[in-house]
């Protein structure tokens, strides 16, 4: 499992299904410790003079301390099928906390530039964050999305982050050097 990096603008693919459809993992570390979370949302696009992924990560996320204490984390996507789902659920439902989810979850974590990704993934984008903003009640125009999603008003963290590269699987590389 090894990635070579690919000019951003030459990716063809929809990304309201790769994002919806195939969900997608943020993997940080910070000080040795790595973990992951599953994202079923989020946008990619261009703002200050970047190209950017916006990410939700929830204040109480494991993987949100390793992203705020190192800057940098990445963004790995898969292939829309049963056995990623299931994998991916597990690793949304667990935290890195209590248990070795990663190591559980039987994928494979890679490094380069010294940012964890997941070996498995069809797409990497390697990020640096560079705005964060916690959502608020006021912020709202459709107080529908509030009550639907915050109804505890647990608000999500807005984070846009800056793809620094994009990553594909290709044949092996010295590179990329095994977590393992």
């Given at each position: 499992?090894?990635?070579?990096?690919?000019?951003?603008?030459?990716?063809r693919?929809?990304p309201f299904?790769?994002?919806?459809?195939g969900?997608?993992?943020?993997?940080?570390?910070?000080?040795?410790?790595?973990?992951?979370?599953?994202?079923?949302?989020?946008?990619?696009?261009?703002?200050?003079?970047?190209?950017?992924?916006?990410?939700?990560?929830?204040?109480?996320?494991?993987t949100?301390?390793?992203?705020?204490?190192?800057?940098?984390?990445?963004l790995?996507?898969f292939?829309?099928?049963?056995?990623?789902?299931?994998?991916?659920?597990?690793?949304?439902?667990?935290?890195?906390?209590?248990?070795?989810?990663?190591?559980?979850?039987?994928?494979?974590?890679?490094f380069?530039?010294?940012?964890?990704f997941?070996?498995?993934?069809?797409?990497?984008?390697?990020?640096?964050?560079?705005?964060?903003?916690?959502?608020?009640?006021?912020?709202?125009?459709?107080?529908?999305?509030?009550r639907?999603?915050?109804?505890?008003?647990?608000?999500h963290?807005?984070?846009?982050?800056?793809?620094?590269?994009?990553?594909?699987?290709?044949e092996p590389?010295?590179?990329?050097?095994?977590?393992?």
């Open positions: 499992m090894n990635f070579k990096e690919i000019d951003i603008k030459s990716l693919f929809n299904s790769l994002i919806e459809d969900w997608f993992l943020i993997t940080s570390q910070y000080q040795g410790k790595v973990n992951t979370m599953t994202a079923a949302s989020g946008c990619l696009g261009h703002m200050f003079r970047k190209n950017v992924a916006y990410l939700n990560i929830r204040p109480t996320r494991y949100k301390q390793l992203i705020d204490s190192s800057m940098r984390l990445s790995s996507f292939e829309n099928t049963k056995e990623n789902k299931q994998k991916l659920t597990y690793l949304g439902t667990v935290s890195g906390r209590d248990e070795p989810k990663l190591e559980k979850s039987g994928l494979t974590v890679l380069q530039d010294d940012i964890p997941i070996g498995e993934a069809k797409l990497v984008f390697l990020c640096t964050p560079i705005y964060v903003q916690s959502y608020s009640g006021s912020g709202f125009l459709d107080s529908n999305v509030e639907y999603y915050y109804p505890q008003k647990d608000y963290d807005l984070y846009i982050c800056d793809i620094t590269k994009a990553l594909i699987p290709e590389s010295k590179t990329v050097r095994s977590y393992h």
